[in-house]
């Protein structure tokens, strides 16, 4: 047995051997451990998970939106984490061997953790000016497509800061500097390329319709006399000779209204703008005002002579107005009593009294005034007009508007006496109450010999 001691203490050393190295390793994984939370805290991510939406066609405003929140977040990302060595827990060199042989398998994930590789190519990629980014919000496809179009129109951007109307008051700096842009910076161009080739077409062909009117087609357009009358088929005719000439999105009225503008502002190769007179001809603003003033009162003169003159043909015109409506008329006859006569319709009132109003289906009337006019503002039954026994006529407003005698509102619920020529105005329909003065007067002696008895 005693050649059996060595072998079990040799069994025994490798089993001790192999604990005491088990030890070591679990020593060394633990300073390792305890090295990084010192160093980094609990900062070391334990998973990462993706935070993407899930993919979808943007809009204008979105590119442009998460263009700069992508920017911003780039410049800003986190700083490149690096393997730091605490001063008071440095591991000795029997310790670092034992580390790196045993805690060969721990190191790459511990490095990868400290120095992820896709954040360092995010940052790459990111760094880049703000400059690029900076004002796309402002400038819509829209306003690229009008920025385009007026340019290769006029070659001229100081015409297009005066005559294309942006979606926002743009200044001439800002327009040229837009134009640069989409010249030579290869971002905003291929940005702004990218939104104009999602607009609708319908919207691309309102946009070109805009495009401002080049030299030589208001050359051509002014080569038309301003005494003609052109029509649609001359404008159609010069399309068709100058194809090259016109835009495309040039149509016949378009060239016609053009045209008119042209004429209406002396711009017509005919037409010749008057120069004004030189030396002591020109009037100054006293001088103009004084003129004025001066035809001022020479118009009033003339037209209070005039008012004069009316007001002294007043009582012949009364006299004749008399003569026409009095009672000498013959279309009165024994049973008339009076009669309302309007511009276009003439009511005979051959009874004592009547009722006055718009007639309808359910309910009749003895005048309805729906037959001089318009009568919809008028009620069913708007007025009563009477005769007493004495001769005297009186209307009864029963209606909600009020009845005009002469000018006089009689409101609802009174009462007017009524004259000849009496002038009666019912919302906005005018009558003269006309009476037949022999017929009454023959009434007012029967009544007279009736209370004498």
Known sequence: ?????????????????QSRSEDEESLGVKDLKRT??????????KRRSSSRSIKRKKFDDELVES???????????????EPVRCSGSEPSSSEKKKVTKSGATLTPSLTMVLNPAPLTKRVKKSKQPLHITKDLGRWKPTDDLLLINA?????????VHLGVKFSCRFTLREIKERWYALLYDPVISKLAWQAMRQLHPEAIAAIQSKALFSQAEEALLAKIGSTSQPKLDVFQELLSKHPNVFHPSRSPKSLLVHWQLLKQYYLLDDQSVQPLPKGD????FSDAEHSLQRSLMIS??????????????????????????????????????????????RYLMRSREITLGRATKDKQIDVDLSLEGPAWKISRKQGIIKLKNNGDFFIANEGRRPIYIDGRPVLSGNKWKLNNNSVVEIAGLRFVFLINLDLISL???????????
């Open 1 to 17: 047995m005693q050649a059996g001691d060595p072998v079990v203490g040799t069994s025994m050393g490798v089993g001790g051997a």
């Open 36 to 45: 990084a939370t010192q160093a980094f805290g609990s900062g070391v991510p």
């Open 67 to 81: 263009s700069l929140v992508k920017s911003s977040s780039r410049v800003k990302g986190p700083p490149v984490m």
């Open 151 to 159: 340019v290769l129109q006029t070659t001229d951007l100081t015409s």
């Open 281 to 284: 001809q020109v009037l100054n």
């Open 300 to 345: 009033d003169r003339h037209q209070k002579r005039e008012i004069r003159q009316l007001e002294q043909e007043l009582p012949r015109w009364q006299v004749l107005v008399d003569s026409i409506t009095g009672m000498s008329m013959p279309d009165f006859d024994n049973q008339t009593l009076a009669a309302l006569r309007g511009r276009m319709v």
């Open 443 to 453: 009434i007012k002696a029967e009544a007279a010999k009736m209370t004498q008895q």
